[in-house]
């Protein structure tokens, strides 16, 4: 066998020598993505965890009395522009509304406004017969839309007093300022003033001031109504001296920020001061055992003569009633879920309906479908406004019962009785008519108070039985 030639061998050599560059080529180019992977990764982790240390960049100083949000949004940007979507009219199946277009007048700017409810269902007029909520009554919109919306109502026909704006404005600056540095002080004289020269007084809808410490970022309480109320319920509960500012937990913050408009109020004594009524406790029948107590009425009835109370946006009430709250789920969980930028994780300041946004709202806890979620709540809310019809039906009958027994000279202590179960009927359906959630914050707390009117509406007919024809049945 003959032996390999010399230049074979070399050429074998060169192969080797060539893929063993080609070789250490290649691991050292992989070595070189692996350093420049790694130190990508390394300088992301220091960029993230330098945004989580400093999670705003002071552009501007905040002071306890930058009131503009548009100034917190330079220091603020993505809260901020969050914070400007609350301009978004989107309808869900029970709540919300779609805009619907207006023209402008010289007295009203607006050119959308929200659907009409008493449109949607004219019994409401006879519930409220002669109060202001019988002219105008709307959809909710967004937060953008609360001064604005009653700035222009039509409910101005009757007198309005400066206490509204404690609910719908942009209010701690303007308090303080006219209380001479005295928030409550401000609050009282604000009060009873006509609404068109408090309205004078504020500028914004609800801000950030409003909720935060602009000095910490921290969540705080700003409304007096609030901050007294808030004191008279822990006092119920055996709680003495209450100071939510320095007393509640973060968590309870998330829901009482929200509970500082979002709540049943009234207009006490001459100086109209703001006052929430949970000297008894927060359910619908605590609050209507506190008004009668007190004697305290909102208008007398039209067509009856009942001395009538209105409620006004109980959630914070009907949600302490809830499954979520026992299970300490607060109201920024739902309406303002955590959404991440970066290794910044903040609260979605578009606050809205859960039923817009059931991913980051629900699925969070709730690990089923997004249409399951939905159907679960919208069978909820068909439920309640199924039993809010029939007890809305029977109110209408027994209004038309009274009026019969005027007419045909019923004995005055009868009539007497038919209108305070009138007054106590209203109050409760009105109760559920004006919590926003159509039942779902507390589903069997809003059918027991249903149940309760159409148990006072059953004495009010037994009142006038045998006196009066009674009324035909409406359906629903």
């Not at 100083?61 to 603020?76: H, I, M, R, S, Y």
């Not at 010289?106 to 949607?120: G, K, N």
């Not at 808030?230 to 509640?248: E, H, P, R």
């Not at 008894?280 to 605590?286: I, Q």
Request: with cysteine; charged share 25%; aromatic share 8%.
């Amino acid at each position: 066998m003959s032996k390999p030639s010399r230049n074979g061998a070399q050429n074998q050599t060169g192969l080797r020598l060539k893929r063993l560059f080609m070789l250490s080529a290649g691991l050292a180019l992989l070595v070189a993505v692996a350093a420049f992977g790694v130190t990508a990764l390394l300088v992301n982790i220091f960029e993230r965890k330098q945004e989580a240390r400093n999670p705003f960049f002071r552009v501007v100083e905040l002071t306890d009395e930058t009131e503009d949000p548009a100034v917190w949004g330079k220091n603020f940007p993505m809260q901020y522009d969050l914070y400007t979507r609350t301009v978004d009219m989107q309808r869900t199946r029970y709540g919300g509304s779609e805009a619907i277009p207006r023209t402008p007048t010289a007295t009203d700017p607006r050119t959308a406004v929200a659907q009409s409810r008493l449109e949607l269902d004219p019994r409401l007029k006879t519930m409220w017969a002669g109060y202001a909520f019988a002219i105008d009554f709307r959809e909710e919109r967004g937060h953008a839309y609360m001064l604005d919306d009653q700035t222009y109502t039509e409910r101005h026909q009757k007198p309005q007093v400066g206490a509204c704006v404690h609910c719908h404005a942009s209010v701690y600056v303007p308090y303080k300022k006219l209380g001479n540095g005295d928030l409550i002080k401000g609050f009282e004289l604000m009060n009873p003033m006509p609404y068109e020269e408090a309205r004078t007084y504020v500028q914004h809808p609800v801000a950030c001031i409003d909720c935060h410490d602009p000095e910490t970022m921290q969540l705080r309480i700003t409304r007096p109504g609030f901050l007294e109320g808030i004191v008279v319920a822990k006092a119920a509960q055996g709680i003495a001296d209450y100071d939510v500012n320095t007393m509640a937990t973060r968590q309870e913050m998330r829901a009482f920020v929200c509970a500082q408009c979002h709540v049943e109020y009234y207009f006490k004594g001459e100086e109209k001061r703001l006052t929430y009524p949970w000297f008894n406790g927060f359910k619908a029948d605590d609050v209507l055992a506190y008004y009668d107590s007190t004697g305290f009425q909102d208008w007398t009835h039209a067509d009856t003569g009942a001395p009538m109370l209105k409620a006004q946006h109980p959630e914070f009430e009907t949600w302490n009633q809830g499954i979520h709250s026992r299970a300490g789920v607060a109201c920024a969980d739902c309406h303002m879920p955590y959404v991440r930028s970066g290794a910044m994780k903040i609260s979605d300041h578009h606050v809205r309906s859960p039923l817009l946004n059931i991913n980051n709202a629900c699925q969070t806890c709730h690990k089923v479908s997004e249409d399951e979620l939905k159907a679960r709540a919208e069978t909820i809310q068909a439920r309640t406004m199924e039993m809010r019809d029939h007890s809305m039906a029977a109110l209408v009958e027994l209004i038309s019962a009274i009026q019969a027994g005027q007419s045909t000279g019923a004995p005055q202590e009868r009539l007497d009785e038919a209108r305070q179960a009138q007054r106590r009927a209203s109050f409760l359906i009105d109760w559920v008519e004006a919590e926003n959630s159509s039942g779902f914050h507390a589903s069997q707390e809003t059918a027991r108070i249903l149940f309760t009117s159409m148990d006072h509406i059953r004495k009010g007919q037994m009142a006038l039985a045998g006196i009066v024809a009674q009324a035909p049945a409406v359906t629903p």
